[in-house]
């Protein structure tokens, strides 16, 4: 699995503009507010709280570096983190390796046997996959 979260620095994020007035008067009374859910999942609502939405306007690089490295042991074993050095927010310009470290991950993790046309799992694999 591959995340990205690139951050450069603080982001001045316009809460009052992404959320509700009513969300913001409850995340005022309360210090969170429930966001509906349109994934599908069953969850009716997703709770997001004041200190998460400070977090992403206040996190600076080297400290979201540092709580990566931090929390980097809790992740399995073979898990590591990738810097990308210049990538901004976006990862536009450097979409390739994003795509290049995804490509080598599932090669690593989920290697597929040439079978004419076609590919498949190799047992293996297919156990753990269907397990």
Do not use: C, K
């Not at 008067?25 to 507010?33: A, F, H, Q, V």
């Amino acid at each position: 699995m591959i995340l990205t979260g690139a951050l450069t620095g603080p982001l001045d994020y316009p809460w009052g503009e992404i959320f509700s007035a009513a969300q913001m008067d409850e995340l005022g009374r309360t210090g969170r507010m429930r966001v509906p859910d349109d994934g599908p999942t069953p969850r009716e609502a997703t709770v997001i709280a004041a200190d998460t939405l400070a977090s992403f306007s206040t996190i600076s690089q080297s400290q979201l570096l540092t709580h990566s490295r931090v929390g980097l042991p809790l992740l399995p074993p073979g898990s590591r983190l990738e810097v990308l050095r210049g990538a901004d927010h976006a990862l536009l310009d450097y979409i390739e390796a994003v795509a290049r470290h995804g490509l080598d991950w599932l090669a690593e993790h989920l290697p597929v046997e040439a079978e004419g046309p076609r590919t498949r799992l190799r047992a293996d694999n297919r156990a753990a996959v269907d397990a």
